[in-house]
T-cell receptor
Framework: QKEVEQDPGPLSVPEGAIVSLNCTYSNSAFQYFMWYRQYSRKGPELLMYTYSSGNKEDGRFTAQVDKSSKYISLFIRDSQPSDSATYLC???????????FGKGTSLLVTP | DSGVTQTPKHLITATGQRVTLRCSPRSGDLSVYWYQQSLDQGLQFLIQYYNGEERAKGNILERFSAQQFPDLHSELNLSSLELGDSALYFCASSVLAGGPRNTQYFGPGTRLTVL
């Protein structure tokens, strides 16, 4: 069983909608949490980086970590067609260690 | 553009063959990580090097090996290839071996097809 689980979707929303992407993890030692965005045939690009619990906001994106329930979320406000991609959550106990990835959620934002 | 480069972009080969994938990290980054991405397993960590030394191993097969050279570029060698080795192979790099701001930046990947 993977240490990070993520619903693969696909998730289809209309432009302007609020998108909620979620992951769960099983390793209590994880304290670094990331969201990567991957466009088709491209490498993953870092979107959000969070250390320990709490919220972090960057423009239209908000990352949320609840360590008590081992739950990771990414919210996208005012979604755009250019947000259509696969979103990967990742966790690790030490930022120098290997990342443990979810399988990714495919998001489609329709105009 | 992350600053991490990988060559080649695509590789098509036959079962039983050996290939070498190359990665150049971002300028100033000392750590290099290799990941394999397949449809059924997702992104999986293979191996990490830090400043020329192997630092961590993940789900890397014995048929696979890697090294990091003095100029910090890295190569992933895949031998006795099987159909199931067909996947995207990503290299990532980071500045340090750890620390709160040590994020990993991914290259564009090498798509390997084994026929």
């Amino acid at each position: 069983q993977k240490e990070v689980e993520q619903d693969p979707g696909p998730l289809s929303v209309p432009e302007g909608a609020i998108v909620s992407l979620n992951c769960t993890y099983s390793n209590s030692a994880f304290q670094y949490f990331m969201w990567y965005r991957q466009y088709s045939r491209k490498g993953p690009e870092l979107l959000m980086y969070t250390y320990s619990s709490g919220n972090k906001e960057d423009g239209r994106f908000t990352a949320q970590v609840d360590k008590s329930s081992k739950y990771i979320s990414l919210f996208i406000r005012d979604s755009q067609p250019s947000d259509s991609a696969t979103y990967l959550c990742a966790s690790t106990a030490n930022s120098g260690y290997a990342l443990n990835f979810g399988k990714g959620t495919s998001l489609l934002v329709t105009p | 553009d992350s600053g991490v480069t990988q060559t080649p972009k695509h590789l098509i080969t036959a079962t039983g063959q050996r290939v070498t994938l190359r990665c150049s990290p971002r300028s100033g980054d000392l750590s290099v990580y290799w990941y394999q991405q397949s449809l059924d397993q997702g992104l999986q960590f293979l191996i990490q090097y830090y400043n020329g030394e192997e630092r961590a191993k993940g789900n890397i097969l014995e048929r696979f090996s890697a090294q990091q050279f003095p100029d910090l570029h890295s190569e992933l060698n895949l031998s006795s290839l099987e159909l199931g080795d067909s996947a995207l192979y990503f290299c990532a790099s980071s500045v340090l071996a750890g620390g709160p701001r040590n994020t990993q930046y991914f290259g564009p990947g090498t798509r390997l097809t084994v026929l």
